[in-house]
T-cell receptor, first 115, second 114 residues
Framework: DAGVIQSPRHEVTEMGQEVTLRCKPISGHDYLFWYRQTMMRGLELLIYFNNNVPIDDSGMPEDRFSAKMPNASFSTLKIQPSEPRDSAVYFC?????????????FGSGTRLTVV | GDSVTQMEGPVTLSEEAFLTINCTYTATGYPSLFWYVQYPGEGLQLLLKATKADDKGSNKGFEATYRKETTSFHLEKGSVQVSDSAVYFCALSDLMDSSYKLIFGSGTRLLVRP
């Protein structure tokens, strides 16, 4: 199993540009999560999906952020327009249903720098 | 709401020293508890877990016991190695309050010197 795959690993963009982060979950996992990690705020859950449907997006910072999961093997997190304060490491994670006792499998993350 | 509190880091130890990283939690229901480890430049990896009171999770020489009476899940290792240097996160999952979300602590950085 290749694990959770995220791309790109690093992204540097200018303020105001659109950024798209990508995630491929583990095959068969029904839940997909997007987290953001910063020094100041630690790990924050942005949004999660169950069977491709967004369940809780209360962690999405503002309307500039959007996430989609068009099928079971692919999800995107888009920031438009990007701002310097969006600089962070963004993690995608997936897990099996319906077992919260199993924890999540995380991808290696995308380090985003907005200049 | 649910929350996890970890000891402040960094924790600096010499190789073969004993490690304890404290973790306490607040939960509405009966949570499952986890320790994750993050090595430099990588994502989080599940280290160990416990799903009910008095359960002991263990992996790679690390262990933690689910203490319901003290709402704690402290991570311990008898003899650390340089390769254990990483950031350690305590987390909980509580169906009663946080749906199907993992709530993480702020993380504790461990640095092991040769």
């Amino acid at each position: 199993d290749a694990g959770v795959i995220q791309s790109p690993r690093h992204e540097v963009t200018e303020m105001g540009q659109e950024v798209t982060l990508r995630c491929k979950p583990i095959s068969g996992h029904d839940y997909l999560f997007w987290y953001r990690q910063t020094m100041m705020r630690g790990l924050e859950l942005l949004i999660y999906f169950n069977n491709n449907v967004p369940i809780d997006d209360s962690g999405m910072p503002e309307d500039r952020f959007s996430a989609k999961m068009p099928n079971a093997s692919f999800s995107t997190l888009k920031i438009q327009p990007s701002e310097p304060r969006d600089s962070a490491v963004y993690f995608c994670a997936s897990s099996l249903s319906p077992a919260p006792t199993e924890g999540y499998t995380f991808g290696s993350g995308t380090r985003l720098t907005v200049v | 709401g649910d929350s996890v509190t970890q000891m402040e880091g960094p924790v600096t130890l010499s190789e073969e020293a004993f490690l304890t990283i404290n973790c306490t939690y607040t939960a509405t229901g009966y949570p499952s508890l986890f320790w994750y480890v993050q090595y430099p430049g990588e994502g989080l990896q599940l280290l160990l877990k416990a799903t009910k009171a008095d359960d002991k999770g263990s992996n790679k020489g690390f262990e933690a016991t689910y203490r319901k009476e003290t709402t704690s899940f402290h991570l311990e290792k008898g003899s650390v190695q340089v390769s254990d240097s990483a950031v350690y996160f305590c987390a909980l999952s509580d169906l009663m309050d946080s749906s199907y979300k993992l709530i993480f602590g702020s993380g504790t950085r461990l640095l092991v010197r040769p």
